[in-house]
């Protein structure tokens, strides 16, 4: 079974030598609280907590699951008195503003956060991810008398909080949601319907819960238009304990992380308050949705470090066969795993990925620390400028990081072959926990939509790849001349004229053929990954580079395992993206042509 160690090394080395956060937190306002020192200290003790805490609660959470009985949920053992450890932290409010009790520290130090918790135990840190999601939400569109109610007890962690979005008839498409809202003398609404696979929608842990729920007012517009968002706390304030018509229906059975509750909630004429403007639900619902989506998308990085972890120990003890080129340890009975070339790729592809999503992740970061800042000087201007730059890297963090944390975690079974699929290992469980990454904040189908249809080719006519690719540009002509460093250098300009290629050809096809976005989106959303990637690896083998020619923080050894990492990504990864570029190019026809009757599995 993998234990977790917080992989500090490599946090410290983006954190301090590749993106410069000491520098970056010095000039956002409020930043200078987050000192280097504040930075080791929190990732010090939160990784105390995911190693010692939560962690030994991976694999009993997933074989005891969560019960439903008598309408309450109870948590796996454990659970509620590692939660209360996690509160008594101060953790849930880490960048929070202080006015509600939060530490008003950076975004992106929440998202280090959320990683090293996410690793431990993704379902027990899907709780408080929740909580966020309706923090967020109170913080940015409720009246000053909801934020004084619900954002104390939210950021202190002793009430918990939902997105209570999905019914039965839809998710993806929530222009068909039924929920009612009717309006009360008092200005409260009454909320009536039943949400589906909600999570933390009923628990332990907290002694309330604040869905946020999306509904709909009489004579509302049809469609997306006529939605609204309501606050509808399990207990009204003041009144914990006394049943505020909000129910958990079931418990749904499912896949992987057994361990997060995935309710059914009904609401029976439950007393809501709208929260944002009437019928402008979806837009406030989606105001944050490119920082959660960051959350998801580190859903990606969580379980193919997890699995790596698990994988790698197993590689070097175990022993089968000799190596091809030799007999490794000849006074042994066989030579390790870890000395055959194939399982050598398998932990390769799963290094490259972890330490690349790793690094894109803390970049987006970044921009996630300017938007907030925009969010809280009300500087219109600026929240629309980073959380535009952010909107681009968003659906390529969240399609690609989650597909490829998929792959990684299945990788780690196949290291450990038959064992693999053995529960006991728990390697199998890391597999079957990546899986809802893909499906659950927008599937990979709709993040590749929005990547190509609506961020790149209807809002900015392809500009959001020609900004991010300035950045490859740049990197390629500033290591052109440099004896190491250029082979990436002239990858990356390749890749700058690929990217704005392909996406000027798709946007032609478009325009004469509507089908276009939808038969090359998936393949576009791949590319863009592998080729975002490709980036990051470069920035990380430029900056191994120069520290091992200079001197840096970490031994020589680090510095040159990531100086072959990049060289294994660039070799055996990312010959990928090129077959991504040919099939988005394709013709619509190979794909629109059959008739949906043509599908027919029955040929009798
Ligand atoms: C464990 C779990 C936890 C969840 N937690 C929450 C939660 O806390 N709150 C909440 O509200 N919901 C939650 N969900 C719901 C989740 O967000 C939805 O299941 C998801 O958005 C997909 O919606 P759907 O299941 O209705 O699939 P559908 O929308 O029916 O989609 C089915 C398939 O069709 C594709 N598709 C749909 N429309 C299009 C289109 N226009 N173009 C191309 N392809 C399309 C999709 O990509 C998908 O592959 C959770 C789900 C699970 C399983």
New binding site residues.
């Given amino acids: 079974m993998p234990t977790y160690r917080t992989p500090q090394r490599d946090m410290k080395f983006l954190l301090d030598e590749v993106f410069d956060f000491p520098a970056h937190y010095q000039q956002l306002p409020g930043g200078e609280e987050a000192t280097p020192d504040m930075v080791n200290a929190i990732i010090g003790e939160m990784g105390k907590l995911c190693e010692n805490t939560l962690a030994p609660l991976y694999q009993s959470g997933d074989e005891e699951g969560c019960k439903l009985e008598n309408g309450e949920v109870t948590t796996p053992t454990g659970f509620k008195e590692a939660y209360q450890e996690y509160i008594n932290g101060g953790w849930q409010g880490l960048s929070h503003p202080p006015e509600y009790g939060g530490q008003g520290l950076p975004m992106s130090l929440g998202l280090i956060k959320q990683e090293m918790m996410g690793t431990a135990n993704w379902p027990f840190a899907m709780y408080p991810g ?1 909580s966020l999601g309706a923090q967020n939400t109170i913080m940015m569109h409720g009246t000053d008398e909801q934020k004084n109610t619900y954002l104390p007890p939210l950021t202190e962690g002793t009430w918990g909080g ?5 019914e039965p008839q ?4 929530l222009g068909q949601v039924k929920t009612k809202a009717v309006p009360q003398d008092d200005g409260s609404y009454k909320i009536a319907g039943t ?7 009923e628990h332990d842990l907290t002694e309330n819960i604040v869905h946020v729920v999306l509904a709909r007012t009489p004579g509302a517009p049809e469609g997306t238009k006529g939605i609204s968002l309501f606050i509808v706390p399990k207990y009204l304030p003041g009144h914990i304990g006394e049943s505020n018509g909000v129910s958990c229906g079931a418990l ?1 059975k ?1 896949m992987g ?1 057994k361990a ?1 509750a ?1 309710c059914v909630m009904n609401f029976d004429e439950a007393t809501g308050f709208m929260l944002g403007p009437e019928n402008q639900g979806m837009e406030c619902m989606f105001t944050f949705m490119n920082s959660a989506r960051i959350g998801t998308a580190m859903q990606g990085l969580c379980h193919a470090e997890l699995s790596y972890q698990g994988a790698l120990p197993y590689a070097k003890e175990r022993r089968s066969m000799r190596a091809l080129s030799g007999k490794k340890d000849p006074d042994a009975v066989a030579d390790p795993l870890i000395e055959h070339g194939d399982v050598r790729r398998m932990l390769l592809t799963q290094k490259a990925f972890v330490e690349g999503a790793r690094s894109m992740l803390y970049f987006a970061g970044q921009y996630a620390d300017h938007m907030v800042v925009g969010i809280t000087e009300e500087d219109n201007d600026q929240y629309e400028y980073w959380d535009d730059k952010l909107g681009f890297l968003t659906p390529i963090l969240k399609g690609f990081l989650t597909e490829m944390g998929l792959e990684c975690a299945n990788l780690g079974m196949q290291i450990w072959g038959g064992h693999g699929y053995i529960s006991e290992n728990g390697m199998e469980q890391i597999a079957r926990d990546a899986r ?1 990454a893909t ?8 993040q590749a ?1 929005d990547l190509l249809g609506r961020k790149v080719l209807l809002l900015t006519q392809g500009r959001c790849v020609r900004d991010f690719t300035a950045l490859l540009t740049r990197f390629g002509r500033r290591n052109l001349t440099h004896s190491e460093l250029r082979p990436y250098a002239w990858k990356l300009l390749k890749i700058a004229a690929q990217w704005n290629y392909i996406t000027t050809r798709i946007g032609m096809t478009a325009r004469k053929d509507r089908d276009m976005v ?1 038969t090359a989106s998936h393949d576009f959303l791949m590319y863009s990954g592998y080729a975002m990637m490709a980036y990051f690896w470069a920035l990380q083998a430029e900056t191994a580079q120069h520290k091992l020619n200079d001197g840096g923080d970490q031994p020589e050894d680090f510095y040159r395992a990531k100086l072959e990492t990049a060289e294994f990504y660039f070799d055996h990864l990312l010959p990928r993206a090129s077959a991504h570029a040919d099939a988005a190019l394709k013709p619509t026809k190979g794909i629109m042509q059959m008739a949906a009757e043509r599908f027919s599995f029955d040929y009798e």
């Fill in positions: 929740l939902t997105m209570c979005l999905t839809c998710g993806t498409d949400k589906i696979f909600i999570s933390s929608g749904e499912k992380i997060s995935t809802i499906l659950y904040e927008g599937t990979t189908g709709i939509l939808g």
